[in-house]
């Protein structure tokens, strides 16, 4: 396994549209972040799975934003009626429960641009 | 006011340097984490803390819990270690919250 993936690495999308982005986290790994970030700031958290459950969202996640992890394996974040303040980089990351001692393991993002 | 907050903010370095980047922390925590973040995105985790002290290779990690400070210490610090360098704490309590800091951008200088 080479780590946490994340599919499209880059997406443009005109405002209104929907959008989903991909991880793929490391096969044994029970616990699934999503997190936002937007220039010059650090991560925000929006949600995490315990396997195939959604334990917490965030008061950042609006209605329009929705996560799943179906199978306890990849998950999804798709936005709906995007919105230019939704332009940042969507990170996810994954880790294993009791944690090792490196803790988390970050995809590359999806950096997503709202014009 | 931050949860977390780190100082500085940017640090510029000479090659060879010894580095320090501080991170403290208003509320109770299970774990920090320094996580290291390159030019394009990609985040490496450094070292997980829930307390005293951690080394890897050049890095060295350290956490006064009662003090709820934390710091990362590069040795002989080298270009290739420009990145921004982010402190994130894991909340206690019956949720896993992970907050993060404002990072602390790095630029060692040949």
């Known amino acids: 396994d080479t780590g946490v993936s994340q599919d499209p690495r880059h997406k443009i999308t005109k405002r209104g549209q929907n959008v989903t982005f991909r991880c793929d986290p490391i096969?044994?790994?029970?616990?699934l972040y999503w997190y936002r970030q937007t220039l010059g700031q650090g991560p925000e958290f929006l949600t995490y799975?315990?396997?195939?459950?959604?334990?917490?969202k965030s008061r950042l996640l609006s209605d329009r934003f929705s996560a799943e992890r179906p199978k306890g394996s990849f998950s999804t974040l798709e936005i709906q009626r995007t919105e230019q303040g939704d332009s940042a980089m969507y990170l996810c990351?994954?880790?294993?429960?009791?944690?090792?001692?490196?803790?988390?393991?970050f995809g590359s993002g999806t950096r997503l641009t709202v014009v | 006011k931050n949860e977390v907050e780190q100082s500085p903010q940017n640090l510029t370095a000479q090659e060879g340097e010894f580095i320090t980047i501080n991170c403290s922390y208003s509320?109770?925590?299970?774990?920090l984490h320094w996580l290291q973040q390159h030019p394009g995105g990609g985040i490496v985790s450094l070292f997980m803390?829930?307390?005293g002290k951690k080394k890897h290779g050049r890095l060295i990690a350290t956490i006064n819990i009662q003090e709820k400070h934390s710091s990362l210490h590069i040795t002989a610090s080298h270009p290739r270690d420009s990145a921004v360098y982010i402190c994130?704490?894991?909340?206690?309590?019956?949720?896993?919250?992970?907050?993060f800091g404002t990072g602390t951008k790095l630029q060692v200088i040949p």
């Open positions: 799975f315990q396997n195939e459950a959604q334990l917490e």
């Open positions: 509320v109770g925590i299970s774990a």
């Open positions: 096969s044994e790994h029970n616990r």
């Open positions: 990351a994954s880790s294993v429960e009791p944690q090792g001692a490196r803790g988390y393991t």
């Open positions: 803390l829930s307390s």
């Open positions: 994130a704490v894991k909340n206690s309590g019956g949720y896993q919250k992970v907050t």
